[in-house]
């Protein structure tokens, strides 16, 4: 069975961002396959267009399946394991960034984002149907996240047991802090894989 890994990027991002293309070519040196989607209308993510994308385009989820997300990336992957049916064990899933909250740092544009982070923010996930389909767990966090209160680590240690890493100085893991690759990812995909 080949294992496969799908990188599920963040809110305005897509699969070319560095660090995608670089976990991709370094997965794959290791026998991996790896699908970097690229998610629908990625300036204005929903919960309703992205979940139903994800259930699309993979095709019978095993526990060779692995999912790496970044940011809302993240939460996309936790919402869609919760439609998974009961039965259905994946691999390990690697959160970068991930929140359930945001800091007011985050937005940009405030009055059009707030509306966009909205659902997202609000919508509850079944965090124990989510640990139903996996018990491998990793969430990546940064120490100056102007996005993600450093906070939220704490919630996906308490409700999904995932073992938590904080990173140093690494912002929100994307080019405005130069951040073209991040090894812990990898590591953590390959840690299971031997």
């Avoid at 976990?23 to 998610?39: D, N, T």
């Avoid at 899933?93 to 740092?105: D, F, I, Q």
């Avoid at 940064?142 to 450093?150: A, G, K, M, R």
Wanted: hydrophobic share 35%; with cysteine.
């Amino acid at each position: 069975m080949m294992k496969s890994v799908y990188i599920i990027h963040g809110w305005g991002g897509s699969p070319k961002e560095e660090i995608h293309k670089w976990l991709k070519s370094e997965l794959e040196s290791k026998g991996f396959k790896v699908h970097a989607l690229k998610m629908p209308n990625t300036k204005t993510p929903k919960i309703k267009e992205w979940v139903p994308f994800l259930q699309e385009n993979i095709s019978n989820p095993d526990e060779e399946t692995h999912f790496v997300g970044h940011s809302i990336g993240c939460q996309t992957i936790l919402r869609y394991l919760e439609t998974l049916s009961e039965k259905i064990k994946v691999g390990k899933v690697v959160l970068l960034a991930p929140w359930t909250n945001l800091l007011e740092t985050a937005y940009e544009n405030p009055d059009e984002e707030k509306e966009i982070a909205k659902p997202w923010l609000e919508t509850p996930i079944n965090w124990e149907k989510c640990k139903s389909h996996t018990n491998e767990f990793v969430a990546i966090f940064s120490d100056n996240d102007f996005c993600v209160p450093l906070s939220d680590k704490e919630i996906f240690r308490k409700k999904l047991n995932a073992k938590i890493i904080v990173e140093h100085n690494k912002g929100h893991f994307t080019m405005e802090n130069s951040i073209d690759k991040v090894p812990s990812v990898l590591r953590s995909i390959l840690k299971i894989s031997n």
